[in-house]
């Protein structure tokens, strides 16, 4: 009985085993309790959707709840990692953080917009139609699991991958000109290579293998070819960290 | 020995039974943890205190912490309170809740003022000074206990007594002028005494009782005559909800 209910549920939006509900599980990284929460940060107004109260049904409020949400685990986070940072510092290193083009860049990386439900085709959203989902799920998250889901979650999307300190402080700009400086100064050859490419224009993504004296050292994918050059040079920074320190 | 130790700690600052901490305690209504982030929360800089590594040690850092916490519960409150305001309604509200002079009122009806350890006397400080103490309290709780005692503290010092969505919407704008339009129109005598001044012009505290029909109703303590008439009136009008809804 169970096998034929996911069979027959396996397409449709809400329930476990759904397409939908699997996406939402692999992006949080947990499983979802009520999905309700997430399919709303996924609406967009254009959907016209209402409740039994006549209350519109998408993503805007909770992309309020999201933001105030983000600005307090982002906080938590510098307040506990810069302890010589004062105030002014925290409160520029934050908005550093969830700046517009930030979010949209991780909502852009974690393809959110291909589970939006819109009746206006996705190349007339704009830009910040990233950000925002990025946000609303958030507060999908605080709704349905509470405030140390939103920080696992925040920890492994946001913070982990992207908030480096010395490069929001602007101590490093570039990890790939630090990566070819050194590659120089030991006179070994190095190169990116682009090993994939989906070649689609709407959501295209780059995957890039940096190689050292002929030894891949790190991979990356990302929306563009510049930055998934900078995000293997970062990891291939952190790997070789101990033996640049010395050297540098 | 226990006894022994508790005489001898009571004066001191920081152990349980001293007066700090049975102040932060009666404040807070739940016991601290760690009575260090409390500390913390109530050091001016002129202490010119430092840690262990140099940093120096004052409120401005959890001032920074408690902002965010604060905003994040308040945000949570109102998108249950309200579902049908829009992200521009909800931003609305938040800001009018944690405005600077809102903040200043709540620290001020506190008296966190007494608590604070500073070089410099307190008539130096400006208005802003207990907002911000305010703020670097609820930064303490969260480090000290997490998000959910945040959310406790906020709902019992803010939101309970404070946050009135009809009053912040403008649908109301005096609970005096209210109550009294409602006893003309039932010719019913009311009179509003003060029946305590403790007259002190740094912290002066007034407690206003409302009358009507020569029955005491509510009564009220507040730093202005104005305001404990204001807040007695409310809960006189809460009082009388169903009667002066059908009569008003």
């Known amino acids: 009985m169970n096998v034929f209910k996911k069979i027959f549920t396996k397409n449709s939006r809400p329930l476990e085993g759904g397409i939908f509900f699997e996406a939402i599980h692999k992006i949080l990284g947990f499983k979802p309790n009520n999905i309700e929460f997430y399919q709303k940060a996924f609406t967009h107004r254009s959907s016209n959707k209402l409740d039994l109260k006549g209350n519109p049904i998408n993503y805007e409020?909770?992309?309020?709840?999201?933001?105030?949400?983000?600005?307090?685990?982002?906080?938590?986070?510098?307040?506990?990692?810069?302890?010589?940072?004062?105030?002014?510092y925290l409160t520029k290193m934050r908005s550093k953080i969830v700046s517009r083009e930030h979010l949209n860049e991780l909502g852009r990386d974690l393809n959110l917009i291909q589970l939006v439900d819109s009746k206006v085709p996705f190349q007339h959203f704009g830009e910040n139609i990233h950000g925002n989902i990025f946000e609303a799920l958030v507060g999908a998250i605080f709704l349905d699991k509470g405030y140390p889901y939103c920080e696992?979650?925040?920890?492994?999307?946001?913070?982990?991958?992207?908030?480096?300190?010395?490069?929001?402080e602007g101590k490093v700009i570039s990890y790939k000109s630090l990566v070819i400086e050194w590659c120089q100064?030991?006179?070994?050859?190095?190169?990116?290579?682009?090993?994939?490419?989906?070649?689609?224009?709407?959501?295209?993504?780059f995957g890039v293998k940096l190689s050292i004296d002929n030894k891949i050292?790190?991979?990356?994918?990302?929306?563009?070819?510049?930055?998934?050059?900078?995000?293997?040079?970062?990891?291939?920074?952190?790997?070789?960290?101990?033996?640049?320190?010395?050297?540098?």
């Open 61 to 88: 409020r909770l992309e309020f709840l999201g933001d105030a949400m983000l600005s307090a685990v982002i906080a938590g986070h510098l307040f506990n990692e810069v302890p010589s940072g004062d105030e002014g």
């Open 185 to 205: 100064k030991e006179k070994k050859p190095f190169h990116f290579d682009v090993f994939d490419d989906n070649g689609n224009d709407g959501q295209r993504y």
């Open 152 to 168: 696992k979650f925040i920890y492994k999307r946001v913070i982990v991958p992207y908030v480096d300190i010395a490069k929001l």
């Open 217 to 248: 050292i790190a991979k990356a994918r990302a929306t563009s070819k510049k930055k998934a050059e900078e995000i293997a040079s970062k990891r291939a920074f952190f790997a070789f960290q101990e033996k640049m320190d010395k050297k540098l």
